[in-house]
């Protein structure tokens, strides 16, 4: 079965600082995959998705991912954090098939320093 | 900037009581889906639907869940008979046909049974 691991329940950085977040899947093919950002009080928004081609993808907000299949990780990563990056971030993994539901990770809540 | 929206907000309700959660896809998806977040806990996938049939439903989505699209706007999900557990974050979304798993979300609706 696929599963999607988050493995930071909760990151705090600098504004200012670059930002990694972790994202480890578990799929048999190449799956598409996705990161979404929920700010409080509001839904999900798409950041980006990579369904094939470039294993580096350019998303909203000054946000990138890589695709790396060889560690089946998909981290989200920004070079300056802005105090409006405060939210969590949610990657989650497209099954392929007939399968359309996205499975999710538990979540990374991004905390912004001052 | 099309979007999905969802009503009401926020829903408290008595355990035993029906509840339905409205959504109104963006207008030209094809497909709709529901998924929940109980506090604390991963997005879970519900339901998905197409074409005025369910497409694809989760082990959570049982007896007491249903979903209709009543006219050409709406998406909403029925909960017969809410039990405490049902108390959670309900998501709509919505995906063009070609890009099934590109899925825009709706705001939530909180659900809150007593």
């Known amino acids: 079965a696929q599963s999607v691991t988050q493995p930071d329940i909760h990151i705090t950085v600098s504004e200012g600082a670059s930002l990694e977040l972790r994202c480890n899947y578990s799929?048999?093919?190449?799956?598409?995959l996705f990161w979404y950002v929920q700010s409080p009080g509001q839904g999900l928004q798409l950041l980006l998705k990579?369904?094939?081609?470039d294993t580096l993808v350019q998303g909203i907000k000054g946000f990138e991912a890589e695709f790396k299949r060889s560690q089946s990780s998909f981290n989200l990563r920004k070079p300056s954090v802005h105090w409006s990056d405060a939210a969590e971030y949610f990657c989650?993994?497209?099954?392929?098939?007939?399968?359309?539901?996205?499975?999710w990770g538990a979540g990374t809540k991004l905390i912004i320093k001052p | 900037e099309p979007e999905v929206t969802q009503t009401p907000s926020h829903q408290v309700t008595q355990m035993g009581q029906e509840v339905i959660l409205r959504c109104v896809p963006i207008?030209?998806?094809?497909?709709f889906y529901w998924y929940r977040q109980i506090l604390g806990q991963k997005v879970e996938f519900l339901v998905s639907f197409y074409n005025n049939e369910i497409s694809e439903k989760s082990e959570i989505f049982d007896d007491q869940f249903s979903v209709e699209r009543p006219d050409g706007s709406n998406f909403t999900l029925k909960i017969r008979s809410t039990k405490l557990e049902d108390s959670a974050m309900y998501f709509c979304?919505?995906?063009?046909?070609?890009?099934?798993?590109?899925?825009?979300f709706g705001p939530g609706t909180r659900l809150t049974v007593t």
């Open positions: 989650a993994v497209g099954a392929g098939d007939s399968n359309y539901q996205l499975i």
């Open positions: 799929y048999g093919a190449t799956p598409y």
């Open positions: 979304a919505s995906s063009l046909q070609g890009a099934i798993y590109e899925q825009y």
């Open positions: 207008s030209n998806h094809l497909y």
């Open positions: 990579y369904f094939s081609g």
